[in-house]
Nanobody, 122 residues
Framework: EVQLQASGGGLVQAGGSLRLSCEAS????????IGWLRQVPGKEREGVSW????????HYADSVKGRFTIASDNAKSTVYLQMNSLKPEDTAVYHC???????????????WGQGTLVTVSS
């Protein structure tokens, strides 16, 4: 059973920081890359960032470049998203996701978990 457990969300003031964690288990392929999607109610889910399993390459949405940093601890099967200089528009449910990515899009067949809520107040 695939499990993608996200944690670390919360309420923070604009300009503040949060670190999200994703613990992954049961993935059907060692080639899957892990990343983050976010969703605001009424809007489409959007890709935020992902990290390449094979080469450690990192990928970011333009809206978060320079503010968010993704990193992995392979020994713990955990991926982190350090979010700095948070803005109210970053408010969303952040879902940990795993699979193959095309740009910032998770390709069909990928997985995502229930997510953790990040709320940034102005």
């Amino acid at each position: 059973e695939v499990q993608l457990q996200a944690s670390g969300g919360g309420l923070v003031q604009a300009g503040g920081s949060l670190r999200l964690s994703c613990e992954a288990s049961g993935l059907p392929s060692d080639d899957y890359s892990i990343g983050w999607l976010r969703q605001v109610p009424g809007k489409e889910r959007e890709g935020v960032s992902w990290i390449g399993t094979s080469d450690g390459s990192t990928h970011y949405a333009d809206s978060v470049k320079g503010r968010f940093t993704i990193a992995s601890d392979n020994a713990k099967s955990t991926v982190y998203l350090q979010m700095n200089s948070l803005k109210p528009e970053d408010t969303a449910v952040y879902h940990c996701a795993a699979g193959f990515w095309e740009g910032l899009h998770l390709r069909v067949g990928g997985y995502w978990g229930q997510g953790t809520l990040v709320t940034v107040s102005s």
